[in-house]
C-alpha cells in the first residue's frame, strides 16, 4: 500500500464560524485570521495505492461553480486534483473509487464536472465507483433548511444516475465499521449525519482521515466546534471518544482542512487530549 496527498485547493472561511461560540480571543492563537476574520482553509484529500485498487478520498469544491460562488470563498494557492495526481504519476482516470466522507460541496464537489458542452453534469472520475452510505445519501438528497446550502444538487445526484454510486453498510449497534475498500469507517453524527472517517492501517500505523470530525489542530479542545455542526452537543462526545482512542493507541491524524499542519498525533494531559507532534505526509507515507 502506497498513500499521497492529494492537495485540491485552499480557500479561507470565516473564523467564527469555524470555531462557534468559542472567542477569537482564544482561536486566533492557533487559527490566525485576516482583516477579514477569515482563516486558511485546505481541501487536503487522500489517494490510497492499494493493489489493484486507487482510492481517492473526497474531492475537495471542483471547478464547476459560479465566479460568484467561489467568491464567497476566497481561493488561494494554485494546488489541484490534476497537479497533485500527476505529481504522483496518475490521472484521474485511473480513480478506480472515490469514498466521499460527506457530501458538502468542500467535500465532494471535485466528484463531478460540466460535461464537454456545458448542458449538464458527469463524473469527473469515469472509471471509479462513488461511496458514500445509505443514511447519509438520504440526509443530503432531503437536505434540513441548515444544511441546504451545503448540499448541492449538482454535485450529488450525478452520482446517482452515473450507476456508479455505492453504499457502506452502517455498523449495528457501534460506531465502526469494515469497509468494502479494506479500512475500517468510524461514524459520526455531530456534523452532520452519518460522516464517515477512514482508519487506514499502513505499515505498523493508523492513519486517521480527520474530515470534519477534527478539521484543524486548533480545534483539539473538546469544546472547539464548528458553527457548522448541526448536533454541536453530540460533535462534543463523538470528538472526546475519538480523541481519547488517538491517544491511547498512537493514531496519526490526517487534517483534511489544516492549510499548515499536515499530520498529527495527540496525547493525554491535564486539560485533557492535545497536540503531541506534527508531521508532513511526506515524514508519515515515504
Request: proline share 4%; aromatic share 12%; net charge negative.
Amino acid at each position: 500500500m502506497n498513500l499521497y496527498p492529494i492537495e485540491s485547493g485552499n480557500f479561507k472561511l470565516d473564523g467564527g464560524a469555524m470555531f462557534g461560540v468559542v472567542p477569537k480571543s482564544l482561536w486566533q492563537r492557533s487559527n490566525p485570521s485576516d482583516n477579514n476574520n477569515m482563516i486558511d482553509i485546505a481541501a487536503r484529500c487522500l489517494l490510497i495505492e492499494d493493489g489493484n485498487r486507487l482510492i481517492l478520498i473526497d474531492t475537495g469544491m471542483g471547478n464547476k461553480q459560479s465566479n460568484k460562488f467561489f467568491g464567497y470563498y476566497y481561493l488561494w494557492g494554485d494546488n489541484s486534483i490534476d497537479k497533485s495526481l500527476d505529481k504522483y504519476g496518475f490521472h484521474r482516470n485511473d480513480i478506480t473509487d472515490v469514498f466521499m466522507t460527506h457530501l458538502h460541496f468542500d467535500h465532494c464537489g471535485g466528484s463531478i464536472q460540466w460535461n464537454k458542452d456545458k448542458t449538464g453534469y458527469e463524473p469527473a472520475f469515469k472509471n471509479a465507483n462513488f461511496w458514500s452510505n445509505a443514511d447519509h445519501w438520504k440526509w443530503a438528497t432531503e437536505p434540513n433548511r441548515r444544511e441546504k446550502a451545503s448540499f448541492l444538487k449538482e454535485n450529488i445526484l450525478p452520482m446517482q444516475e452515473s450507476g456508479h454510486l455505492k453504499f457502506i453498510n452502517l455498523p449495528e449497534g457501534d460506531t465502526l465499521k469494515k469497509s468494502a475498500l479494506g479500512f475500517d469507517v468510524f461514524f459520526a453524527n455531530g456534523h452532520t449525519d452519518k460522516q464517515m472517517v477512514p482508519m487506514i492501517r499502513y505499515k505498523d500505523k493508523t492513519i486517521c482521515f480527520m474530515a470534519d470530525l477534527l478539521p484543524t489542530a486548533g480545534h483539539l479542545p473538546i469544546p472547539f466546534v464548528m458553527g457548522y455542526d448541526t448536533r454541536p452537543l453530540l460533535t462534543l462526545d463523538e470528538k472526546e471518544k475519538f480523541l481519547n482512542l488517538a491517544a491511547d493507541h498512537n493514531f496519526y491524524l490526517f487534517l483534511e482542512h489544516d492549510a499548515h499542519n499536515q499530520i498529527i498525533t495527540v496525547k493525554h494531559t491535564e486539560k485533557g487530549v492535545r497536540l503531541h507532534e506534527t508531521f508532513t505526509c511526506e515524514d508519515i507515507f515515504n
